[in-house]
């Protein structure tokens, strides 16, 4: 096994199948060094756990563990176009954007949902620059969306 691999069994995770694009993009694209991922949404098993505004018909809590889901997905995405997770040298950036009811301002701590989880799975290559946006609706009304960009060798 990689050690990536090892540590996913560690935390009790599995890298899921790589999600199929909901429209015309791919999951991820290789530039040089960089891998930069399509925004994922929080599917399990090819469906959405929950839909609709965080700060309403989902809680925060929920939303931070549909972000975890969407890092996962991302790191799918990552895996099938470098082949091993073990060539991952940083994480450069996370962009999190959480559906949004008009008075919920948590946005931060709903994508401490995945940076919390890169930094568990890669210790200090996990450690990244990050935005986290509220917005109005995300695809599917998936509760949450992220995307990375990662450096490997």
Do not use: W
């Not at 999190?96 to 946005?107: C, E, K, L, P, Y």
């Amino acid at each position: 096994m990689s050690r990536i691999a090892d540590r996913l069994a560690e935390l009790g995770l599995t890298l899921p199948t790589v999600a199929a694009p909901v429209a015309a993009y791919v999951p991820a694209v290789v530039q040089g060094n960089l891998v930069y991922t399509s925004g994922q949404l929080p599917f399990v098993d090819g469906s959405l756990p929950a839909t609709g505004k965080v700060g309403t018909s989902v809680s925060a809590e929920g939303a931070q563990a549909y972000a975890a889901t969407c890092a996962l997905n991302a790191l799918a995405a990552i895996e099938s176009v470098i082949g091993s997770l073990d060539r991952v040298t940083q994480v450069v950036k996370v962009t999190g954007f959480v559906a949004s009811d008009a008075s919920f301002t948590g946005q931060p701590g709903v994508v401490n949902g995945a940076s919390t989880l890169l930094g568990e799975i890669f210790g200090d290559a996990g450690v990244h620059a990050r935005s986290a946006v509220g917005v109005a609706v995300l695809p599917l009304d998936a509760p949450v969306e992220v995307e990375l960009v990662v450096a490997f060798a």
